[in-house]
């Protein structure tokens, strides 16, 4: 189950954007320049009494890359559209699913395929509670 945390963000940070892209392939020569700045909060949210961040707890989204104990950015004023990660509750519970629009009838599903299919009661009780713009994942600890 995901937990809910509220943050207040209260100053604008400002971290220097290099100028250069990094390769992700082969290197290639670039020069070392700072372009501009670049402040993550105007980064991750667009829309802030709508934007909450939530921390994951499980693993039934990795094949999205989205692990557990990431933490999430979800926007509640967002349209989902077809193929989005949510936050949904079923039945009272929080969970992150990606939707599914492509037929008659909305679904959610997990991004894990060694987890079976995730299949709600028909009569279960549906909404989505907010579209997941970002994910932040630690690659290292201090």
């Excluded at 991750?44 to 961040?53: D, E, M, Q, S």
């Excluded at 079976?116 to 009661?121: I, Q, R």
């Excluded at 279960?124 to 690659?139: E, K, Y």
Aim: aromatic share 8%; hydrophobic share 50%.
């Amino acid at each position: 189950m995901l937990r809910l945390a509220r943050v207040v963000i209260y100053a604008e940070i400002q971290v220097p954007l290099f100028g250069a892209a990094v390769c992700a392939g082969f290197p290639s020569p670039a020069e070392d320049w700072i372009e501009e700045t670049i402040d993550p909060t105007a980064l991750l949210i667009a829309n802030r009494p709508a934007t909450f961040l939530m921390r994951v707890d499980g693993a039934s989204m990795v094949d999205v890359g989205i692990f557990d104990k990431d933490i999430v950015v979800v926007d509640r004023s967002l349209d989902p559209r077809h193929g989005d990660i949510v936050v949904a509750v079923v039945d009272g519970e929080r969970s992150l699913k990606r939707l599914d629009m492509s037929g008659d009838v909305p679904r959610l599903s997990f991004a894990n395929a060694s987890l079976p299919a995730f299949v709600a009661a028909e009569l279960s009780d549906a909404l989505i509670w907010g579209v997941v713009t970002w994910n932040l994942h630690r690659l290292r600890t201090r």
